[in-house]
């Protein structure tokens, strides 16, 4: 007789991953980021020049840190003293009280309303282009918005919402299209290139762009370039030390405890970094084949008399995602730590019990549930790695009334990355 997973065992699960989850994200409070060479501008127009802190802020910041020298103690300073500030030839950042729509664009929550609505707050704008018309950036959370100026005048944000129309449909307010093509125009320009254009980073820098250079004007960027590759692939070989125990609740002479067993097996790993907070998170794919076959062999008990064999023929494709966070010692070398859910595969698995005889007495498919992983590991010149991943429990004869097990796995996995 088989059951389905218990609620509570999928409830155990979740807990485990958020609590894996949590303390890889609590490590962030710890990471190497540098103080850089900027400046800021307070309420009275004075300039300092200063060390600031860069996260290479994801969100758009309300405070940061900075320090008057090397050797003096880091300050917090906040949006309320400082008109603008910014990391040299990186980012800059300017004080303003805006308009802004904040109307979410998630389907569930999208307003009937196509006109969007405004309201008037002080933020730290991120500033991507300089010119005769400026384009800037607030980022907060999923909310994305751009505005843009001419030279001194007035920000005003540039319009897109989505909405639910009467017929229960999304539909999409562009009206950032209109306002471009009436305030930048450029003889150039086609209708068409109004029509393709998104209301993202890309598009809209690479139109500024283009109206600028129209009108032969200087512009500055603020965007630096990636100091790395986003995307890593790396072969992974590994040797794994894993342990296998099976439990029956009515017959214990069923009870299994097989040897630890060492093997040698292969996986290739994505490996995607986030391209902000200083490349210092990634998300990492990894398929990994593996294989764990043995046999055990034990009296039975007196009841039913003779030699009871236990053979175990295991195939496992795990599939681990996982979310990693590096700690920069120097410019060659780093710490890494990952927390991981593993998806998992077997087919063609089975445990098969069989007596002296030949006869079979139970014949299990192996049926694995997910599990969790955590790693710590050890990264130079981002080419060679060494990696320590210890598995959660993993049960593979899930779905079965009386049986349970208990598969655990240590790995120590070395990394060579192609590119």
Known sequence: ???????????????????????????????????EKGYYINNSNQKTDCLIKNIDWKNNPTEFKYRLSENSEPKDITIKTVKEFGVYNISKYIRRTVNIDRSSKITMKLSTDKKPVFKEEELFLRVLVESKYNLYEYVDGIVSRYFYSKENSAIEQLVFKKYKTIDNKIGENNRFRQQLWVDLKCENFKKSKIKSLGYNKNDLVQFFTDYNECHNRELTYFEPKPK????NLTFRPRLNSSSLSIQNSIYKSRNTDFENKTGFE??????????YNKNKWGIAIEPTYRKFKSE??????????????TNVDYNLMEIPVSIRHYFFLNKDSKIFVNASYIFNFSPRSSIIYTRDNGSILNLLE?????????????????????????QTNKEILDGYLHWSSDFKTFSVIFGYSLY
């Open 1 to 35: 007789m088989e059951i389905v997973p218990s609620k509570n065992k999928l409830i155990n699960m979740k807990n485990k991953l958020l609590f894996l989850l949590i303390a890889i994200l609590s490590l962030n409070c710890y990471s190497q980021i540098s103080f």
């Open 228 to 231: 790395r590759d986003l995307f």
């Open 366 to 390: 192996i049926k694995t549930s997910n599990n969790l992983a955590m790693g710590v590991g050890y990264k130079l010149k981002d080419k060679y790695s060494l990696e320590l991943r210890y």
């Open 296 to 309: 055990k062999t034990k009296v039975e008990n007196r009841v039913f008399g003779g030699i009871l064999t």
């Open 266 to 275: 292969f996986g290739l790993e994505f490996e995607f970094i986030l391209p």
